[in-house]
């Protein structure tokens, strides 16, 4: 359960965060209110931390896993916002890396 909430969790931070990065090309709200987008890391950043102590709860105090799964769900996430906002198509270099990512995600939960 720890680690269902902890990737839920640091989805929700990597939204914000590709809105706050990349924002600034789908809106002009984005580039006129910046200063309220480094407010909101604020919070992010909170969520994010306790995202992470769940992980390494789960995996018994290992810290890659933290590091694998994290850089994992970042590239998903990434790739559907770019594809939905920008329109970038998926190519087989992506498809391939996709399906690396979601190989990696695997073998870190299930290889104890």
Do not use: D
Not at 17 to 36: N, P, R, V
Not at 42 to 58: C, D, M, Q, Y
Not at 77 to 103: D, I, P, Q, R
């Amino acid at each position: 359960m720890k680690l269902i909430l902890a990737i839920i969790l640091l989805s929700l931070v990597y939204i914000i965060g590709w809105y706050q990065i990349h924002g600034q090309f789908l809106s002009e709200w984005f580039k006129k209110y910046e200063y309220y987008l480094i407010w909101i890391s604020v919070p992010s950043t909170l969520i994010s931390i306790r995202a992470i102590k769940l992980i390494n709860e789960h995996f018994n105090g290992l810290i890659w896993p933290n590091r694998i799964l994290t850089f994992s769900i970042g590239i998903v996430l990434f790739t559907v916002l770019t594809s939905y906002h920008f329109g970038e198509k998926l190519n087989l270099k992506t498809l391939t890396l996709l399906c690396l990512c979601a190989s990696i995600v695997i073998l870190q939960i299930f290889w104890k």
